[in-house]
């Protein structure tokens, strides 16, 4: 008989996402790095702990997590999120997203 190889859950589970999608934190503890702001005594940590989410802008490059941090920091609130992209949005679609913001 030959041994098999052990499965890895993360080359398991929905081979249809992306690896890097697969890999995403999903908790803010998970997220490495930015600890002066997502520690529990970092502001963001504390908005969170407070379940009372202020304005905030999240600005860096392409691909270094800021759009999975705001979605974290929704979650952690119990908020909605919905992801939109300044460079490929029109109008329509953020009039569909404001309605849907309305409608909850």
Request: aromatic content about 4%; charged content about 25%; proline content about 11%.
């Amino acid at each position: 008989m030959e041994p098999t190889e052990p499965t890895l859950p993360l080359f398991d589970e929905e081979p249809t996402r992306p690896l890097a999608d697969r890999l995403r934190p999903t908790r803010l503890e998970d997220v490495v790095g930015q600890e002066h702001l997502l520690s529990p005594d970092a502001p963001l940590g504390r908005m969170v702990a407070q379940q009372r989410l202020g304005s905030a802008i999240l600005w860096g490059p392409p691909g270094v997590g800021k759009t999975t941090i705001a979605r974290l920091l929704a979650d952690g609130c119990n908020l909605a999120f919905e992801p939109v992209s300044a460079t490929f949005s029109g109008v329509a679609e953020l009039r569909k997203v404001f309605a849907a913001a309305r409608s909850r």
